[in-house]
Structure formats: structure tokens, C-alpha cells
């Protein structure tokens, strides 16, 4: 349900940022993310292709119905959009395998190709697993996606192994990086003021690793769908689409337990330098998608929850209350984000930033980038247009 489809919202006085855009209440880009404090000084663009493929044959896939559609003329090899999928997958196996295991992936899940490209690094929010105790539903949930993030890992590396192209897994900071997403979301959303800070420890809680699972499986979701229309081979569109169809469904799956939580009056608390700051989880959410909704350009994409039964939908001229669970246009159809797009949320910022020029924000989930050794330029973001605002 989108904000073409006849969605109203009432406000209430827990809102802080709209259910259905995503955006602050102000409806000013430029003020929640000079709010937020996230511009800074960026240099390298990027390419708009983002997607995966399948097991086999990458490296002849070019040439597969290549130079009969002008949509290929200046595209990457699948190799280089495998391994843009490969970095995604990476990131999200670690979340969700330290949430339950205590630990992420072992060595022969991270190498690079015979051993010539070293793993980076993971910094995990604490040491030891998610306690899930008195929450085994939630507990069963993050097994069941981490052996799915897993299993993609797996997957990915088997085909860019055999097409001579498989990458390590690149450095991933889950510590620094949520404090950092969580002060640029309250500062956004008003809650603390532009020079303050916060902390967030997605693994604190069974209701925080949801909530950091929120961050990260919208933009998987739209990172696969942004691809398909570039993929060359049809197996590898069949096996994009698994795997995007995968993402979806653990997508729905937090966003409905998050909406449910909401509506039973849940509150988050976030230790910030004002001060402690309880919030409805809503709220939260909302302030989270719209944090990330600033960072990927000017056009309006991300939802975030209501959580209180405020969302309603038209269904032949009559209104009828409704959730928000599926983030869709007016089409009923999910959006799509470019690979500049989905860097600039895993590097946190809305600026151009990249590996090759070294300016990756350390606060990132990537502080060293994205490894991404067929096509350099897909590890860049796109940067933001509002140049005139930028603060340092």
C-alpha cells in the first residue's frame, strides 16, 4: 500500500514521522537531514544496476541475449551483479547468525577466491547471542532467517567460484553503525536535538533485533527487485527471483510482528547524551524508514508502520481500515533501489562516497566498502542533490 493508493493516515499525537511516506512530519527532506546531521563531504557516483544470478555460467552470461537490447549496452557482467548481491547476503547472514549462534559465518563461508583476497573483519553488538528466552516464536523466526541468509551465502559462492569471480566478505561493523542509524533517526525525527548522540543494541532485546532487522530487510527486497530488469539469462532471473521472493517473505514477517507490538502499546528506549528517550515503537520504525528514506534521493520510496490501526485503504470508492505491511506503489507493485541507492544506506550516508576514493564513513555497516572486484564503480553511492545544505 502506497501513497498512490488512496492511503490516509490521522495523526496522533505519538506520530513522529508519517506511516505513509516515511517521512518526518515536517515533510522536508532538506530539515531531517540537516536534523539528522548526515551530509558530509562526498566524491565518486555510481551505476544503477543492482540484482543476483544463478549458479552457473556468469562468466558466459554476457553474451547471452547481450547487444539485442540497448538495456545491456553499458551494463556489468552478472559476475559483478552477483557479487553485488554476494555483499548484501554477507551482511544480513552475520546479523541474523550472531542473533542466534553467537557467532557469523565460519572461514570457508568468507574467503575470496583461493585464498588471494582476505575476509574483513565482523564487529558484532555484544558478545553472545539474542537472549530469546519468554520470546520463542521471535527465537524460532531468526533461526529459520539466519539458516535462509546462509544458505544464500552458500549460493552465491558456489556459482562465483566456478565462473572465477568469488569475493570475501568484505569488513561489517553491526556496533558503531546502529548507534550511528539510531542518533541520525531520533535527531531526524526531532527527538533529540542535532548535536546529540544515541546508542542502540540491536541484540539487546528480542523487540531490538527485530527492529534492526527491519533496517536491513526492506532494502534487500528492493535491491533484488531494482535488478531484474537487467539480468541477461532467464535461470538467472528464476533464481533472482527465489531469492527475492525469500527476502519478501522475512520482510512481512518483521514488519507484521513489529506492527503488532506497536499496537499493543509497545514502547523502545534509547539511552541518548539528553537523556534517556522512551518512544512507541511505531514511531520508532516510522523515524527508521525515514531516516533511510532521506539517505536514497529525493524521491518519496520508503514506508514505514502505523501501528495503531490509523492506515486505511479505498477499495471501490469505500475506505476501510488497513496496515501497512506490504510497502507497494499505487500498482500494488514493490519499488526498487539502485546499487547507488542501497550503498547509500549501508554507508549511511546520503552523499557520494566509495572504497576507491576511500571516504566510506567508518560509522557505516561497510567502513571499508563493498567488495565488488568485476565492476569497481557498483561499490560507489549516488550522493545527494541538495548540495547546499551539506554540513560537515
Known sequence: MADQNAKTEQQSPVEIISGTTGKPISNSRRRFLSNAGMFSAGLVGSSLLAACSDNDGFANAQSNNAGNNDLFANAPSDAAVLQFALNLEYLEAEYYL????GSGLQASDTSGSDGGMPAGTVTFPQQGA???????LIGRYAAEIASDELDHVQFLRSGLSQAGGLIARPTINLSSSFDFAATA???GAGVIGSGATATFNPYASPLGFLIGAFIFEDVGVTAYKGGAQ????????TAAAGILSVEGYHAGLVRTILTARAEDGETVTFNTSEGDQTLPLGAVINAISGARDSLDGEDDLDQGITGDGVNSVSIYGMNYDATNIVPTDGSGITFSRTPAQIH???????NSVSPMANNVPSTSFFPEGTNIAAAEALEASGGATQSSNTTT
Open 344 to 350: 547509500n544506506i549501508a554507508y549511511l550516508t546520503p
Open 230 to 237: 537487467f539480468l541477461r539469462n532467464r535461470d538467472f532471473l
Open 185 to 187: 533517526a531520533l535527531r
Open 98 to 101: 550472531g542473533a542466534v549462534t
Open 130 to 136: 539474542v537472549n530469546f528466552t519468554g520470546e520463542g
